[in-house]
């Protein structure tokens, strides 16, 4: 079942690519498989998968640690909502930090990247719905954070993420003021070639996504189906 979502929504983004006219390969899947076991992601691996994300840190360490995972070339994104006393247990092995809402956080991981001799690369979360409950930088303090996060040293600012709110009919709105951002980001970066990601859309809205120019899809459901917790 893992096996056929995957090329059913490896069809449906290269429709939507063709739509929007873009390049499939613009566009980046990240299998979103928190609470689902590592024989689901074993299968999704199995069925050409290489990039997964997590949102929980314990959940993730216990992925890494697996011994049926551990060997493989896997690409571990963190989609979530980090608390900065955990980033270092990600240091080493995280391949992308979605979701940095604080320069606080972008410090530790800054620090805790220098320990491990590397960069890392991360993505600040815009609360573009500006719904309380979730986490995520406005966007009128998006600009100012960004620039004292830019000169940190060991750590790759290289885009946005966001959640878009539950309402199919503001999600295009919202996705379209996601690119402005993106876009208003890229002309103010140091080096702006380095503003790449654009880490929208899943599995409810990413057709949209698509559309407004997403480069990274955080699809869950529609890949493992739905989560019991
Ligand atoms: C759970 C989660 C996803 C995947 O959501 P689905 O609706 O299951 O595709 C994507 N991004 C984040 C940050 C998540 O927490």
Known sequence: MIADNLKRIKAE???????????????????????????????????????FGENYVQELLAKFADATLQNLPIEWHFVGH????????????????????KLSLAEEISKRAK?????????LEVNISNEVTKHGLKPDA??????????????????????????????KSEFKEMRR???????????????????????????IAIEEGATLL????AIFGERSK
């Open 13 to 51: 983004i290269a429709e939507a690519c063709v739509r929007a006219g873009r390049a499939p390969e613009s566009v980046k899947l990240i299998a979103v498989s928190k609470t689902k076991p590592a024989s689901d992601v074993l299968k999704a691996y199995e069925a050409g998968q290489r990039v």
């Open 82 to 101: 980090l608390q900065s006393n955990k980033a270092r247990y990600l240091a080493e092995k995280i391949a992308m930090i979605h979701g940095v809402d």
């Open 115 to 123: 320990q491990r001799n590397r960069s890392i690369p991360i993505l």
């Open 142 to 171: 998006l600009f100012a954070e960004a620039e004292k996060i830019f000169p940190l040293p060991n750590i790759e600012l290289k885009g946005l993420m966001t959640i878009a709110s539950p309402d199919r009919e503001k999600v």
């Open 181 to 207: 951002l993106f876009e208003k980001l890229k002309s103010l970066a140091p080096k702006p070639d380095q503003i790449t990601e654009l880490s929208m859309g899943m599995s409810g809205d990413f057709d």
């Open 218 to 221: 955080r699809l869950g459901t």
